[in-house]
Nanobody, 125 residues
Framework: QVQLVESGGGLVQAGGSLRLSCAAS????????MGWFRQAPGKERDIVAA???????TYYADSVKGRFTISRDSANTVFLQMNSLKPEDTAVYYC???????????????????WGQGTQVTVSS
């Protein structure tokens, strides 16, 4: 059974940093595009960042460019380094995985095959 488990969320003051991790288990995710989404109360789930399985292609939402960095290692883990956090970054953050035949394909819409349970990030002003 495929599982994605996020960790690293929490409460931080504006201007601070957090590093989210997403550990995948159940199969090898080396050929899966990965993404981070977030959902604030009353709002839709939006893409934050995405990365191809080769790590050769990345995508960032305009709202996080220059502040967030997505990366992945060879051990089925994807990370989201979040710096200069703002109160508007407050949301539940979700990790997602989607099998891809190409090492350069990413997905920026929510049609991912697998999702984690989410981790809360709260940024106080």
């Amino acid at each position: 059974q495929v599982q994605l488990v996020e960790s690293g969320g929490g409460l931080v003051q504006a201007g601070g940093s957090l590093r989210l991790s997403c550990a995948a288990s159940g199969r090898t995710f080396s050929r899966y595009a990965m993404g981070w989404f977030r959902q604030a109360p009353g709002k839709e789930r939006d893409i934050v960042a995405a990365i191809s399985w080769s790590s050769g292609v990345t995508y960032y939402a305009d709202s996080v460019k220059g502040r967030f960095t997505i990366s992945r290692d060879s051990a089925n883990t994807v990370f989201l380094q979040m710096n200069s956090l703002k109160p508007e970054d407050t949301a539940v953050y979700y990790c997602a995985a989607d099998p891809q035949s190409s090492p350069l394909v990413i997905r920026t819409t929510p049609e991912y095959g697998y999702w984690g349970q989410g981790t809360q990030v709260t940024v106080s002003s």
